[in-house]
Antibody
Framework: QLQLQESGPGLVKPSETLSLTCTVSGDSITTRSYYWGWIRQPPGKGLEWIGTISFSGNTYYNPSLKSRVTISPDTSKNQFSLRLNFVTAADTAIFYC????????????WGQGTLVPVSS | EIVMTQSPATLSVSPGDRPTLSCRASQSIGSSLAWYQQKPGQSPRLLIYGASTRATGIPARFSGSGSGTEFTLTISGLQSEDFAVYYCQQYSDWPPITFGQGTRLEI
């Protein structure tokens, strides 16, 4: 059974970098055709796609966040990570990691999500 | 960027009803449309993909239809556990992947 688990600091200060890790169990992030994404949800609001990394390490970002976002793999730990630079209070959200089974597929498995407040 | 618009924002329903939720894309996305259900405090759950194919384990009372720019999600025989927020998502032309703003089903 595929499982995804987000982890990271519980609080980030404005102007600093938010860093989160998604640990995948039950399958490998390098399995051919799989894509792995980050999605965020401000409290009480809708879903926003942040970016996706492919099984081969190619990355795709939301243009609205592209200048501040980096998604990278750690294949030795079967993890992929999110870095979001220069955060503000508007970046406060629940962050989810999720899997796409192939290019252009929906997200079929999701982590439980982690709330990251941005506050001084 | 393809903009996804859902209507209504909130739908007041009762158990046993047959609500229909709508999702419109700002340009044609073929059948590259997914529906998700999100309950309070939970992650979204994939219900429908390819506009009309139920995901694994999803009850038959959930059905999706449409293509191009107009899509609907219908729940036949609403049950108490179906009260949630429903999101549509396009994956036809990305980046970016885009979601609708959600429809809340409430009693």
């Amino acid at each position: 059974q595929l499982q995804l688990q987000e982890s990271g600091p519980g609080l980030v200060k404005p102007s600093e970098t938010l860093s989160l890790t998604c640990t995948v169990s039950g399958d490998s992030i390098t399995t051919r055709s799989y894509y792995w994404g980050w999605i965020r949800q401000p409290p009480g609001k809708g879903l926003e796609w942040i970016g996706t990394i492919s099984f081969s390490g190619n990355t795709y970002y939301n243009p609205s966040l592209k200048s501040r976002v980096t998604i990278s793999p750690d294949t030795s730990k079967n993890q992929f990570s999110l870095r979001l630079n220069f955060v503000t209070a508007a970046d406060t959200a629940i962050f989810y990691c999720a899997r796409q089974m192939s290019w252009g597929a929906p997200f079929d498995y999701w982590g439980q999500g982690t709330l990251v407040p941005v506050s001084s | 960027e393809i903009v996804m618009t859902q209507s209504p924002a909130t739908l007041s329903v009762s158990p046993g009803d047959r609500p229909t939720l709508s999702c419109r894309a700002s340009q044609s996305i073929g059948s590259s449309l997914a529906w998700y259900q999100q309950k309070p405090g939970q992650s979204p759950r994939l219900l429908i993909y390819g506009a009309s194919t139920r995901a694994t384990g999803i009850p038959a009372r959930f059905s999706g239809s449409g293509s191009g720019t107009e899509f609907t999600l219908t729940i036949s025989g609403l049950q108490s556990e179906d009260f949630a927020v429903y999101y549509c998502q396009q994956y036809s032309d990305w980046p970016p992947i885009t979601f609708g703003q959600g429809t809340r089903l409430e009693i």
